[in-house]
């Protein structure tokens, strides 16, 4: 085992306020969302904070700072970045063959204290890139109380909706966070 894998394998290793998360994004566990359309347009909007002004927060959100917030990839509009999601479901003939079929993957980044710096951010992205097909949306939020960035992919691979083949097995989110740890 190398050096490397071992600190992946231990948190207490792991720089201090670094953290990963991943999420699969259906009707399950994106609860405003009624159907497999909406599971998307409700994660975008609160990402790009426009239209959740009702959705609790874990960390509650600072208006001031919302300027600081940061789009790094897809559009920073919520209509743009709907129709950029529906069209690409259009684009590869993806209709969900289950009500609670996965429609994305969100993974959550929260820099080691004092680096919040474009190079993590950049590092974050191209570690996701590796990952996914199809991100459709970086944002870091500096409005709440650590600075933090929100991935969305969409769960397709090869052409295909994969959301299970994306986040168990090899892709076990539990995994991906033990890699991206150690490679930090």
């Known amino acids: 085992m190398t050096a490397g894998a071992d600190k992946a394998m231990n948190p207490d290793e792991w720089r201090a306020g670094l953290w990963f998360a991943g999420k699969a994004l259906n009707v399950k566990t994106v609860r405003r969302a009624a159907d497999f359309g909406e599971v998307l347009p409700v994660c975008l909007s609160h990402n790009l904070r426009e239209g959740n002004e009702a959705h609790r927060h874990r960390s509650p959100i600072d208006p001031t700072r919302r300027g600081l917030n940061e789009v790094l990839r897809g559009p920073a509009s919520l209509p743009v970045a709907v129709e950029l999601v529906r069209n690409a479901f259009d684009e590869l003939g993806i209709v969900p063959a ?7 993957i969100e993974l ?35 409005d709440q109380k ?8 969409l769960a397709v691979a090869d052409g295909r909706l994969a959301g299970n083949t994306l986040t168990s097995g090899v892709n076990l989110l539990q995994r991906q966070r033990r890699e991206f740890m150690g490679h930090f």
């Not at 289950?98 to 994305?104: E, F, P, S, V």
């Not at 974050?124 to 590796?130: H, I, P």
Request: hydrophobic share 45%.
């Open 98 to 104: 289950r009500a609670d079929a996965i429609a994305g």
């Open 108 to 142: 959550m980044f929260q820099p080691p204290d004092g680096h919040d710096t474009s190079a993590f951010w950049s590092e974050c992205l191209r570690w996701v890139d590796g990952r996914y097909q199809h991100v459709v949306s970086a944002v870091v939020h500096r």
């Open 146 to 153: 650590r600075a933090h960035m929100h991935i969305i992919a």
